[in-house]
């Protein structure tokens, strides 16, 4: 009886630890801020390497997020009895509240996430980190800011991109596979549209972006054990981003969608 309790109580230990220190980093990262000038060509850099080069992965996944979604959405209709002339408002509210942000967030989480993780975490096991440390150049300005800024600017834009390509992906299955004209499915997306659901939305996706890069960055700098170390890191970075994304869109689903 004594061992799962001081289990339990080891694991309420190191999860308050990394809660203060992802707060403490969080504030480091906010105070780099003042100096973010010095830091433009570095951001630029993580918008490609972070947001660009996921423009191949968001498009692919969005284009069946949106297929599935029309495709589910017909039978769910077809079960109840409701005239597939709707299929665009649900397709659209569906994609623009909830899974375009939440979705690109997740496989974001699994890209840019674990890569962050992996980069400093070898920095951090090779000394590389310490190296920058004595030479005067502050760790969290130089490779914490420039990929937080790019994951709370990029994964918004992304999920933009994703939610197009979603509606566009539901429009091909509602008039190939479910005999629904594009002017009807788009007739319906239109009538639903609100802007402060798309606001909300995007906003859910700039605090998605701020997680991933925080934990990514967190993760990666308390890295040790050489290689085995920093792979366990990348699997507690994804995890933990994971969890987080889907705590925090409930969270939001609360405060900005209320019944």
């Known amino acids: 009886m004594v061992r ?36 433009l060509p570095l951001i630029i850099e993580q918008f490609y390497q972070l947001g660009v080069r996921s423009l191949p992965l968001i498009l692919v996944i969005s284009i069946f997020v949106g297929a599935v979604s029309a495709w589910q959405a017909a039978y769910q209709f077809k079960f109840i009895g409701a005239p597939l002339r709707f299929l665009g408002q649900a397709v659209g509210k569906a994609t623009v509240i909830e899974l375009a942000p939440v979705l690109s967030a997740l496989v974001y989480a699994g890209r840019v996430g674990a890569g962050i993780t992996a980069e400093l975490g070898t920095m951090k096991v090779t000394e ?57 499915f788009l007739f319906g997306f239109r009538d639903s ?60 689903a609360m405060i900005l969608f209320r019944l």
Do not use: W
């Open 128 to 184: 590389q980190i310490d190296a920058l440390e004595s030479l005067g150049i502050s760790p969290v300005r130089y490779l914490v800011m420039p990929r937080i800024v790019a994951c709370l600017i990029m994964v918004p834009l992304l999920v933009t991109f994703a939610n197009f390509v979603a509606i566009m992906g539901g429009l091909v299955v509602s008039v190939m596979g479910v005999n629904v004209s594009s002017e009807t």
């Open 193 to 252: 549209f609100k802007l402060t659901d798309f606001l909300a939305g995007l906003t859910k996706a700039g605090v998605f972006g701020l997680l991933i890069g925080l934990v990514g960055c967190y993760e990666g700098f308390r890295t040790t054990g050489g290689a085995e170390g920093v792979g366990m890191s990348t699997t507690t970075s994804v995890v933990t981003s994971s969890v987080l994304i889907l705590v925090f869109n409930f969270v939001f």
């Open 4 to 39: 799962p309790i001081r289990s339990l109580g080891r694991q309420g230990i190191t999860l308050v630890n990394a809660f203060g220190g992802m707060a403490i980093l969080l504030a480091q990262f906010v105070y780099s801020l003042r100096k973010i000038h010095r830091s």
